[in-house]
């Protein structure tokens, strides 16, 4: 592999992590200087929180079921990337590799071959494109691995 392919694909893939991940930290900034507001009391209150401004019914599903039991479940979770997955198929990025991790969620892996910026900023663009339906439901996917779902610390 080439030294622009492998930076190229380093750049995409810190990207896409950055894009992607979450935080489990109990306070967030709301852009007013206050920074100290609660996420949430519990999972179920992010679900919820999630939830109410949802308007994607696969989303809108998941999330009606995190709060019947509680979880993410690994059947959505899993059925969210299939979503993502076939999108970038579709689009042309058949040679995106995935790989599950131990933790239940997919390591993506771009294809090769994104060797200018504007290769890079098409598949991220698409990326996140396909990946709407995913991101919500892998955030608290995470996140309910974490902390349980009577937690007051959020």
Do not use: W
């Amino acid at each position: 592999m080439s030294h622009p392919r492998a930076l190229g694909a380093t750049t995409v893939a810190v990207l896409l992590l950055t894009g992607c991940s979450t935080t489990t930290s109990s306070t967030y900034d709301d852009g007013r200087g206050g920074g100290d507001e609660r996420l949430a009391g519990s999972l179920t209150e992010m679900f919820q929180r999630e939830l109410d401004r949802e308007d994607d019914p696969f989303v809108v599903d998941v999330l009606e079921r995190a709060l019947a039991t509680g979880t993410i479940a690994q059947a959505d979770y899993d059925a969210a990337f299939d979503l993502y997955a076939r999108c970038m198929d579709d689009i042309g990025y058949v040679d995106e590799s995935h790989t599950r991790n131990k933790n239940g969620t997919m390591t993506i892996t771009p294809p090769e071959g994104l060797t200018t910026q504007d290769d890079v900023e098409q598949y991220m663009n698409a990326s996140r494109d396909c990946s709407a339906q995913l991101a919500p439901i892998e955030s608290l996917f995470l996140v309910r691995k974490a902390i349980p779902t009577s937690s007051p610390t959020l």
